[in-house]
């Protein structure tokens, strides 16, 4: 079964930085793409960012864009979001998964994708 592990969230003042990392295994990591969601108090799970498999494609939502980079390392089954410029509605708990459709101007989750590790807290203070 897959396992997701994130980890690097914690408490940063606005403006702030963090490096969140997932390491899977139980997964054939070079071939996913892989992507960042994030989870609110009370809201739905959103889609953040993706990295494609083959060239490094990126996608970021709209209200992370400029802000968060993600990149990935395949020989470490790691993916990274670098994120910078913290603002309090970045707040949330943030998770990792593979996805099944990633491009520059999109990004789909896996149907009936269940794996979904602890996720890694965000808290931004204003």
């Known amino acids: 079964q897959v396992q997701l592990v994130e980890s690097g969230g914690g408490l940063v003042q606005s403006g702030g930085s963090l490096r969140l990392s997932c390491v899977a295994s139980e997964l054939a990591f070079d071939y996913y793409a892989m992507g960042w969601f994030r989870q609110a108090p009370g809201k739905e799970r959103e889609r953040v960012s993706c990295?494609?498999?083959?060239?490094?494609?990126?996608y970021y939502t709209d209200s992370v864009k400029g802000r968060f980079t993600i990149s990935r390392d395949n020989a470490k089954s790691t993916v990274y979001l670098q994120m910078n410029s913290l603002k309090p509605e970045d707040t949330a708990l943030y998770y990792c998964?593979?996805?099944?459709?990633?491009?520059?101007?999109?990004?789909?989750?896996?149907?009936?994708?269940?794996?979904w590790g602890q996720g890694t807290q965000v808290t931004v203070s204003s």
């Open positions: 990295i494609s498999s083959l060239d490094g494609t990126a």
């Open positions: 998964a593979p996805v099944g459709y990633c491009t520059f101007e999109t990004m789909q989750g896996i149907a009936g994708f269940d794996s």
